[in-house]
C-alpha cells in the first residue's frame, strides 16, 4: 500500500493571489485576504493530475505535494533536489569586486 500524498502550503513563501485555488477548487479555498486553505490535506487519487498541475503552476513554488515518504527514501528514488543555502567560492561585495 502506497503513503497517502499530503499537499502542503508554504505560507512564507505565498503571495496570496490564489492561483492554486482556481486549479484546484476541490481541495483549496482561499480566506478573505486570497490566501489559501486546504480542505484536506490527503490528495485522492482522481485529483493527482489537477494536484501536480497546481504545484507546477505556483508561482512562488509555495505549494508542494509530500507523497509520505522520507526524505532520505525520496532522495534515494531522486524525487528531491538538495538546495544549498549559496554557491560555493568566494563571496562578491555585489559591487563586481572580490573581497
Ligand atoms: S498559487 Fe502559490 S503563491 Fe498563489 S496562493 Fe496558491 S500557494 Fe500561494
Redesign the pocket.
Known sequence: MTPPRTLR?DRI?????????ELLPEL?D?DEW???ILKDRTVPDRLRAHTRR?VA????L??HVDDGLGRRAQRARGLTVRVSGRPRGRATTGMGGRR
Open positions: 502550503v513563501a505565498c503571495t496570496g493571489r490564489g492561483l492554486c485555488s483549496i482561499l486570497g490566501y489559501p497546481a503552476a505556483c508561482p512562488r509555495a505549494l
